[in-house]
């Protein structure tokens, strides 16, 4: 497609429910990126994934989240028992190799509800 | 570590009037340095970055910003708002020394007065 995609782009669940967000990058795109954005905040990174390398799980909060990437392409964050501080927009990002100096290029984003 | 600032949470400009939006940052080498925009309900929209090279560096949507590296400042700039302006605006920066993500400002809301 031309731009990243997500999906759903609206998630309402309850309390301990596991939920699985997805992202299709940009074709080509090498490098992919998830970012959360609370209410008020800036974004916060989560994990970034480059090729076949092993991801960069720095940011993400707990053991409660994942995220893998099948193929070299989607991916899915999943979030296992989720907790109403995780209500947030998730964010995905590619760029075409990863190199410091390239463009993040974002989809519309999941705005996740817990209840 | 890197960091950004963005000191003002909310700006107010009236259309046709210039616009600054404000954003310093910290990192431990040279940065490269990001605006984003963001509209209600959506993503977020690359506005113009500074890798290397002229200090001044010219965007979409007519936007420019101009590093400063004595203020460690980028900010960003028009000439002429618009009301179409109107949006959240994201200010982000890189280094070479190990991160592989963007660190991001919180973001300042710009209104534009008709």
């Known amino acids: 497609g031309a731009g990243v995609s997500q999906s759903p782009s609206n998630k309402v669940t309850e309390k301990g429910k596991d939920v699985e967000l997805r992202c299709d990058p940009i074709?080509?795109?090498?490098?992919l990126y998830w970012y959360r954005q609370s209410l008020g905040q800036g974004l916060e990174f989560l994990i970034y994934?480059?090729?076949?390398?092993?991801?960069?799980k720095s940011g993400l909060p707990s053991d409660r989240f994942s995220a893998e990437r099948t193929g070299g392409s989607v991916s899915t964050l999943t979030i296992q028992r989720t907790q109403q501080e995780d209500s947030a927009v998730y964010l995905c990002?590619?760029?075409?190799?990863?190199?410091?100096?390239?463009?993040?290029?974002f989809g519309p984003g999941t705005r996740l509800l817990v209840l | 570590a890197q960091s950004v600032a963005q000191p003002e949470d909310q700006v107010n400009v009236a259309e046709g009037n210039p616009l600054t939006v404000k954003c310093t940052y910290s990192?431990?080498?040279?940065?490269?340095l990001f605006w984003y925009v963001q509209y209600p309900n959506r993503g977020l929209q690359f506005l113009l970055k500074?890798?290397?090279?002229?200090?001044l560096v010219k965007g979409s949507y007519g936007f420019e910003a101009e590093f400063n590296k004595s203020q460690t400042s980028f900010h960003l700039k028009k000439p002429s708002a618009l009301v179409s302006d109107s949006a959240l605006y994201f200010c982000?920066?890189?280094?070479?020394?190990?991160?592989?993500?963007?660190?991001f400002g919180t973001g300042t809301r710009l209104t534009v007065i008709p």
């Open positions: 990002a590619s760029s075409l190799g990863g190199l410091v100096s390239e463009t993040q290029y």
């Open positions: 074709s080509g795109h090498t490098a």
């Open positions: 990192v431990s080498g040279n940065p490269y």
């Open positions: 500074y890798i290397t090279g002229d200090n």
């Open positions: 994934f480059q090729g076949n390398s092993a991801p960069d």
């Open positions: 982000a920066v890189r280094d070479m020394t190990g991160a592989n993500n963007l660190f």
